[in-house]
């Protein structure tokens, strides 16, 4: 699992390369490969950068995370969830690049979606960096085991 | 009963300042209503035929006097004075204002009560046996498992998108008491040959347009290994479960459409790859829940016999106790079906009654029953009397549990934007005839259930006696059905023929109990005589 | 004709276009054909109305009475409680919505 704190205090995200709304939370630098599709990546041995849509199966990226630096994952609209379960099971298995979720991202969805993995967040829409901080800073506790780093209220209990 | 420790408290807390956070951008025009619609659903908050609604969330049915109290205040304070218990075990409010939302969930926050996923895409309000702790057939009390499962799904940062509702139920015993084979997820807590306590899972059940019963994907779950394989059962849903047609969604197409073997098979190889992932709660959280849940001290001297002198305190004794686990105690149903009335409607002043009655002869807990009544769980035989006397000044005392009053009827058009029908004048209409015609005790057990649209959250599928409101050409018409059940011996309705209009479906619910007392041998119950006989003399009685 | 209705979005009301305003008694409420979508847009946008539609509606009596059942309990209020109605004290508001 990958160390996902949240921004410290007086840190706040770095916007990406790629566009001013881009919001991240990693120490090294961003990436600048142009994400392919995921079957596109499968038949190049040189690409390093994937982008998975809804229906792809994130699985199939597990034999070649070693060569992956950006894992983007597609919400075209915010009510389909299927990227976080893709999120997460890259990160179960392993994967410590860049996972940025892109598309239909609003800031009422950053807090799950940085629970499932996300380290990035690239929105069609420019968000309201207080409203994003807030977002960050909402759940003092959670109840589930994820995967980021944040101890759930279980493991507290019995500590 | 489970108490919040500063972490459980700390989470609704979080909840309720996001949700004031949300509601004020929304009105200030920050989020527009396609954003804010599956958050403010994700709270409960509905934009129904009248109002908003909202329906606040009643863990497997279990309450405190205090909380009843609080829903009491609530109802006063920020509806018109009343609530309606649902067929979920919730209760929701019909004419609420959004700007009061967020000061409604602070107030319930206080009373460690919430409105957390009772709607939306989402794992919804986990239900139980309304007898759990009570019931003499039970294996274990089902409800620490699930609370286990209720802090689970809670806030689940995977599952909160999924392609449509999710429900689970839990219970522990043979008789099934929680419908648990129409949920999307079925548990029922077993024992196995060496006498430890595992999960049996059924998954794919459901009602609704395309009703279905739930098939076993697993016998036996370890105690230890349950939230991870219901992490599993999740996790397929949300990757494969369809998104095309909001029809098709639910988790019962998709059991369906690969088949039990093939899901139950996917299931099971990220069950395995999700054991090595650190999901599941030590053993000692279980056991933590547990200690909520241990028995009240019962009067060990309480008495087994009760003065019958009165015909009217002896008929509700008769109908409406239910034998208890423990010598000289019942548990008693509050009955929220007067003939005539709305069922599970309840005023504030109702839920004072009910809550200051179980804090006095109850050991302060009430519960919901998804057949819209209340359950006393643990009360003393002598006290019966003094119990009865209130509730029957109060409106609360119709001795007519599971008997053809005992209607389980939706909201319907008279409340709901996606009902076709209304259903509670139906049910009034009914309960009145069978009163009239004081046929209710002759005809014993009888399980109606109305729905007033194909979304069947009044059950129809599964009502001994079943009614669909339709619309027809722009007028209510009723399709009647006979032969469904939501127990052990679960099955699914069937539909009799062309449907009624609003006194013709009266009437054709008079025809078919006709055919039962003509019909009926020995101790039979209607369903039991509809099995034995089949449909035939019932078409034939109803349509020549 | 007809109508165009939505919800206030701070109370909830059922509300009705006027011509000129938002009002909970659909007796108030104006034939919109040709402007629904036009009306709508910039009431909404302007949150003085949520999430309107526009429904069919005939003339009865001198007033807009809804063409569907739903819309005419969804005017008026539950049929099983009158007390909650607009219209509690009116004995022939039954016919009115059935």
Redesign the interface.
């Known amino acids: 699992m990958v160390d996902q704190t949240p921004p410290a205090e007086g840190r706040g995200p770095d916007t990406g390369p790629e566009s001013d709304t881009m919001l991240r939370y990693r120490e090294d630098d961003p990436v600048a490969h142009a994400a392919v599709t995921v079957d596109a990546f499968l038949d190049q041995s040189n690409a390093a950068a994937v982008r998975v849509e809804p229906g792809d199966d994130a699985r199939e990226l597990i034999p070649h995370l070693e060569r992956l630096d950006l894992v983007e994952v597609n919400f075209p609209s915010f009510g389909d969830g299927r990227g976080y379960s893709s999120a997460r099971i890259l990160r179960e298995a392993g994967y410590a690049g860049e996972l940025r979720a892109v598309g239909d991202v609003l800031v009422d969805q950053l807090a799950y979606m940085r629970r499932c993995g996300f380290d990035a967040f690239d929105p069609d829409a420019p968000l309201d960096a207080e409203d994003v901080e807030a977002a960050f800073a909402r759940w003092p506790e959670v109840y589930q085991s994820a995967a980021d780093s944040r101890t759930p209220i279980w493991a507290k209990r019995h500590a | 009963m489970y108490a919040y420790d500063q972490y459980d408290q700390q989470m609704v807390d979080a909840r309720v300042a996001e949700f004031r956070d949300q509601a004020r951008r929304r009105l200030e025009g920050k989020l527009s209503e396609d954003q804010f619609k599956p958050l403010r659903l994700m709270n409960g908050l509905y934009l129904q035929l009248h109002a908003y609604m909202l329906r606040v969330a009643i863990p497997y049915g279990t309450l405190s006097g205090a909380q009843m109290h609080t829903l009491a205040d609530i109802a006063e304070k920020y509806d018109r004075g009343y609530g309606h218990f649902t067929t979920r075990q919730n209760i929701q409010y019909n004419w609420i204002k959004l700007e009061d939302a967020a000061d409604i969930l602070a107030d319930l926050a206080k009373v460690e009560m919430h409105a957390i996923q009772t709607s939306g895409n989402c794992i919804r309000n986990i239900s139980s046996d309304h007898f759990a702790g009570a019931a003499a057939d039970e294996v274990v009390d089902p409800r620490p498992y699930a609370e286990l499962l209720r802090q689970w799904s809670s806030f689940h940062p995977e599952f909160s998108y999924l392609p449509r509702k999710f429900k689970i139920a839990v219970i522990a015993s043979e008789q099934d008491r929680a419908a648990m084979r129409l949920h999307d997820i079925g548990i029922n807590i077993v024992r196995n040959s060496d006498g430890e306590l595992g999960a049996a899972f059924y998954v794919g059940g459901g009602m609704g347009r395309t009703p279905m019963i739930a098939p076993q994907i697993r016998d036996f779950v370890p105690l230890d290994q349950l939230v991870t394989y219901a992490e599993a059962c999740l996790r397929v849903y949300n990757r494969y479960g369809r998104r095309d047609n909001k029809y098709k969604a639910r988790i019962k197409i998709l059991v369906h459409e690969l088949g039990a073997e093939e899901y139950t098979s996917q299931v099971e190889e990220e069950f395995q790859h999700l054991l090595d992932s650190g999901v599941e709660p030590p053993f000692a959280e279980l056991e933590r829940i547990r200690t909520f849940f241990a028995d009240p001290v019962f009067d060990e001297a309480a008495q087994d016999d009760i003065d019958r002198s009165d015909p009217d305190f002896a008929l509700w004794v008769d109908r409406n106790t239910v034998a208890h686990k423990q010598d000289g105690y019942v548990s008693a149903v509050i009955s929220l079906k007067p003939v005539g009335g709305i069922p599970g409607d309840a005023t504030a002043d109702q839920m004072r009654v009910m809550a200051d009655l179980a804090t006095r002869y109850s050991f302060d807990e009430l519960r919901v029953m998804h057949t819209q009544n209340v359950v006393l769980p643990h009360v003393r035989k002598a006290d019966l009397h003094a119990i009865w006397s209130a509730l029957d000044e109060a409106g609360l005392g119709s001795p007519n549990l599971d008997t053809i009053e005992d209607i389980i009827a939706c909201p319907g058009l008279d409340y709901c934007s996606l009902a076709n029908a209304r259903s509670i004048p139906v049910a009034q209409k009914i309960a009145q005839r069978f009163a009239e015609t004081k046929k209710t005790a002759t005809l014993g057990q009888l399980k109606l259930k109305i729905s007033g649209c194909i979304n069947a959250c009044g059950h129809h599928h599964a009502g001994h006696i079943g009614i669909l409101g339709v619309d027809r050409k722009g007028v209510e018409n009723y399709q009647l059905s006979l032969g469904g059940s939501e127990a052990e011996d679960v099955s699914l309705a069937k539909i009799t023929g062309p449907g009624f209009d609003e006194d013709g479906i009266v009437d054709a619910v008079e025809t078919v109990t006709s055919v039962y007392e003509r019909e009926r041998e020995g101790e039979e119950r209607f369903l039991d005589t509809y099995r034995r006989i089949g449909m035939g003399p019932f078409k034939e009685a109803l349509y020549g | 004709m007809k109508l165009l209705t939505g919800?206030d979005?701070?109370?909830?009301?059922?509300t009705w276009w006027t011509g000129s305003d938002w009002s909970i008694h659909v007796e108030d409420a104006v034939d919109v054909t040709g402007q629904e979508d036009e009306i709508a847009s910039r009431e909404e946008a302007a949150?003085r109305v949520?999430?309107p539609y526009a429904i069919d509606a005939e003339m009865y009596e001198g007033s807009p009475r809804p063409?569907?059942?739903?819309d005419r309990?969804?005017a008026l209020?539950?049929?099983?409680?009158p007390d909650?109605t607009l219209k509690p004290a009116d004995p022939e508001i039954g016919q009115w919505v059935i």
Do not use: C, D, M, Y
Not at chain 3, 77 to 81: I, L
């Open positions: 919800n979005l701070k109370t909830g009301a059922v949150r949520n999430v063409a569907h059942i739903k309990v969804r209020g539950p049929t099983v409680r909650l």
